[in-house]
């Protein structure tokens, strides 16, 4: 199993990012899957979950009004679209992937970790 995450970068704040996962070594329908960062100094943090279906999602109070979160079990892809981006952003993002059909909040309830992608706000 590999999680490819990608789309991170150095953006001014107020700007936004696409990050991108890519799952492959086996489907991920019926799984949770998710992000969470990690800043320097700092424990990882989830942002954001979807369900399998796309039903039900999961946001931090930091991301929420900004960040987007979707899937597409077809390409075994999530996405989180991030916007109104500030300096506190700041971290490496990793997505994860998570066996069942509940969303977990803790980094040690989930299974799989992507190697993560940097994002960097300037103020």
């Known amino acids: 199993v590999q999680l490819q995450a990608s789309g991170g970068g150095l953006v001014q704040a107020g700007g936004s990012l696409r990050l991108s996962c890519a799952a492959s070594g086996r489907t991920f329908s019926g799984y949770v899957m998710g992000w969470f960062r990690q800043a320097p100094g700092k424990e990882r943090e989830i942002v954001a979950a979807?369900?399998?279906?796309?039903?039900?999602?999961y946001f931090a109070d930091s991301g929420k009004g900004r960040f987007t979160i979707s899937r597409d079990n077809v390409k075994n892809t999530v996405y989180l679209q991030v916007n109104s981006l500030k300096p506190e952003d700041t971290a490496v993002y990793h997505c994860?992937?998570?066996?069942?059909?509940?969303?977990?909040?803790?980094?040690?309830?989930?299974?799989?970790w992507g190697q993560g992608t940097q994002v960097t706000v300037s103020s």
């Open positions: 994860a992937v998570r066996r069942g059909v509940t969303i977990a909040t803790m980094p040690q309830s989930w299974d799989y």
């Open positions: 979807i369900s399998d279906s796309g039903t039900n999602t």
